[in-house]
């Protein structure tokens, strides 16, 4: 009795295959590779599937920033480093790079913001946005004709500065009603001459909406519901505790007074990153061979299936690089390779159970379920295991006694990929492929 596939998994199967391969394939080749171009619900969606190449592979710009913190109370020293690197971050998105990395370090005293910046042209024109200190102002409705005044955005209609800017604010901070019946909101504190502005600022705009904006982009408008004294204020609306949080460090970055000063710049050339892909392809195509040489030698017909079963797992694994994207760096390939070997050891396992089976006289269709069945204690052990250092390398919360450095990083993320995805291919795709070509040529 031949066993067969039942029909909705072989249709999975095989359609997972093809989509995989349509995904992987470069856009010069001759078959079209796969675009999504819908409409759901309204809402157009487009997705090309590219590789994205880190700074090391693409070239691009290394730049060190040292930030000037000496005018900042020391309690407050971490929130401005962070509020520095969002508003430099957005600054880079505003050049279209590619997968900008932009990360905070501390090298003894001296605080720093570290920019990698791939594929970047016009650097010296990123240098100088990335320098300037964040410029925070309040806006309020200037006169404007009726054709501005019927637009839909809020930047459109507040144009007329008010003269209160992040100088005059000492501090944003999320606070929360003491009765616990609100939620969370953001309390602005001014300064002597700020509160004074804002106390004129409300006093003619009871009703309507007064715009914060930093480097020209609105941050919020929140309506002003009375005349406000004191130079303390509140933000209130539907925030959640993370909309409150963003919200507080986006008025911080403009009202604490960080500067920056590059002091580090390297240009990374295109040459090397092409080089450096050239022998990575080189080494993995001879690992692969030979760990496929070895399989089939071994194994004999289990080592085809196997090895069927390790292309199978590349194609799939690369599909999900391109599709997140993963932002591939050197490190990233060889935690992609190591997951290759982590791949092999599942099958070297599960075979090795099957043949010890079939060594105690007992016939293919039991040794099979028993050499899975032994084999997946160790398998899963040792992927959890892998897994769990994954995690502390990535370092997704960004946990000050855990490493936080973005070519890390890009190891644990496609070793963690790599790893999920040899668990799927080597347990369930690898046994379907015994199950069905191994026994019906025996």
Same mark, same amino acid.
Request: charged share 20%; no cysteine.
């Given at each position: 009795?031949?066993?067969?596939?039942?029909?909705?998994?072989?249709?999975?199967?095989?359609?997972?295959?093809?989509?995989?391969?349509?995904?992987?394939?470069?856009?010069?080749?001759?078959?079209?590779?796969?675009?999504?171009?819908?409409?759901?619900?309204?809402?157009?969606?487009?997705?090309?599937?590219?590789?994205?190449?880190?700074?090391?592979?693409?070239?691009?710009?290394?730049?060190?920033?040292?930030?000037?913190?000496?005018?900042?109370?020391?309690?407050?020293?971490?929130?401005?480093?962070?509020?520095?690197?969002?508003?430099?971050?957005?600054?880079?998105?505003?050049?279209?790079?590619?997968?900008?990395?932009?990360?905070?370090?501390?090298?003894?005293?001296?605080?720093?913001?570290?920019?990698?910046?791939?594929?970047?042209?016009?650097?010296?024109?990123?240098?100088?946005?990335?320098?300037?200190?964040?410029?925070?102002?309040?806006?309020?409705?200037?006169? *404007? =004709?009726?054709?501005?005044?019927? &637009?839909?955005? /809020?930047?459109?209609? !507040?144009? $007329? @500065?008010?003269?209160?800017?992040?100088?005059?604010?000492?501090?944003?901070?999320?606070?929360?009603?003491?009765?616990?019946?609100?939620?969370?909101?953001?309390?602005?504190?001014?300064?002597?001459?700020?509160?004074?502005?804002?106390?004129?600022?409300?006093?003619?705009?009871?009703?309507?909406?007064?715009?914060?904006?930093?480097?020209?982009?609105?941050?919020?408008?929140?309506?002003?519901?009375?005349?406000?004294?004191?130079?303390?204020?509140?933000?209130?609306?539907?925030?959640?505790?993370?909309?409150?949080?963003?919200?507080?460090?986006?008025?911080?970055?403009?009202?604490?007074? *960080? =500067?920056?000063?590059?002091?580090? &710049?390297?240009? /990374?050339?295109?040459? !090397?990153? $092409? @080089?450096?892909?050239?022998?990575?392809?080189?080494?993995?195509?001879?690992?692969?061979?030979?760990?496929?040489?070895?399989?089939?030698?071994?194994?004999?017909?289990?080592?085809?299936?196997?090895?069927?079963?390790l292309v199978v797992y590349g194609l799939i694994s690369f599909a999900i690089f391109r599709t997140i994207p993963v932002v591939l760096t050197l490190p990233g390939i060889a935690g992609f390779i190591l997951s290759i070997g982590m791949a092999v050891d599942s099958n070297i396992l599960i075979f090795e159970r099957i043949k010890e089976e079939q060594r105690k006289g007992k016939d293919f269709d039991l040794s099979l379920k028993l050499g899975f069945?032994?084999?997946?204690?160790?398998?899963?052990?040792?992927?959890?295991?892998?897994?769990?250092?994954?995690?502390?390398?990535?370092?997704?919360?960004?946990?000050?006694?855990?490493?936080?450095?973005?070519?890390?990083?890009?190891?644990?993320?496609?070793?963690?990929?790599?790893?999920?995805?040899?668990?799927?291919?080597?347990?369930?795709?690898?046994?379907?492929?015994?199950?069905?070509?191994?026994?019906?040529?025996?």
């Amino acid at each position: 009795m031949k066993f067969r596939f039942p029909k909705l998994s072989t249709i999975v199967f095989i359609a997972l295959f093809f989509i995989a391969i349509l995904i992987d394939l470069p856009k010069n080749s001759k078959i079209k590779p796969l675009v999504i171009d819908v409409s759901i619900f309204g809402k157009k969606i487009h997705k090309e599937f590219d590789t994205k190449l880190g700074l090391d592979l693409r070239g691009g710009s290394h730049l060190v920033f040292e930030a000037d913190v000496s005018k900042i109370n020391s309690s407050d020293r971490a929130d401005a480093l962070e509020s520095a690197r969002n508003i430099i971050e957005q600054r880079v998105n505003f050049f279209g790079v590619s997968e900008p990395n932009v990360q905070t370090s501390q090298s003894g005293a001296s605080q720093r913001i570290i920019v990698d910046l791939p594929g970047l042209e016009n650097v010296e024109e990123a240098v100088r946005l990335i320098g300037q200190t964040a410029q925070l102002t309040f806006r309020e409705e200037a006169s *404007v =004709s009726a054709e501005i005044a019927t &637009q839909s955005s /809020i930047l459109a209609r !507040l144009t $007329k @500065e008010t003269g209160l800017t992040g100088e005059h604010v000492k501090k944003a901070t999320v606070q929360f009603d003491s009765s616990g019946k609100g939620g969370p909101s953001v309390g602005l504190n001014f300064d002597k001459e700020g509160a004074k502005r804002f106390e004129e600022i409300t006093g003619r705009n009871v009703g309507k909406p007064v715009a914060i904006v930093i480097d020209n982009q609105l941050i919020s408008a929140p309506t002003v519901q009375q005349k406000i004294t004191g130079g303390q204020a509140v933000i209130t609306g539907q925030f959640s505790v993370d909309d409150a949080k963003s919200l507080a460090v986006a008025i911080n970055s403009g009202a604490l007074p *960080v =500067s920056v000063k590059l002091i580090e &710049q390297r240009t /990374i050339g295109p040459t !090397l990153g $092409k @080089e450096a892909v050239e022998k990575s392809i080189i080494a993995g195509v001879i690992g692969l061979s030979t760990v496929i040489l070895f399989m089939v030698v071994y194994y004999r017909r289990l080592g085809i299936i196997a090895s069927i079963a390790l292309v199978v797992y590349g194609l799939i694994s690369f599909a999900i690089f391109r599709t997140i994207p993963v932002v591939l760096t050197l490190p990233g390939i060889a935690g992609f390779i190591l997951s290759i070997g982590m791949a092999v050891d599942s099958n070297i396992l599960i075979f090795e159970r099957i043949k010890e089976e079939q060594r105690k006289g007992k016939d293919f269709d039991l040794s099979l379920k028993l050499g899975f069945g032994k084999a997946i204690d160790a398998i899963k052990d040792a992927n959890i295991a892998t897994l769990l250092v994954a995690f502390i390398l990535f370092n997704p919360f960004n946990w000050d006694f855990f490493p936080q450095f973005g070519l890390i990083r890009g190891f644990a993320l496609t070793l963690s990929i790599g790893v999920i995805t040899s668990l799927f291919t080597g347990i369930i795709i690898t046994r379907r492929l015994i199950e069905t070509f191994y026994r019906s040529s025996k």
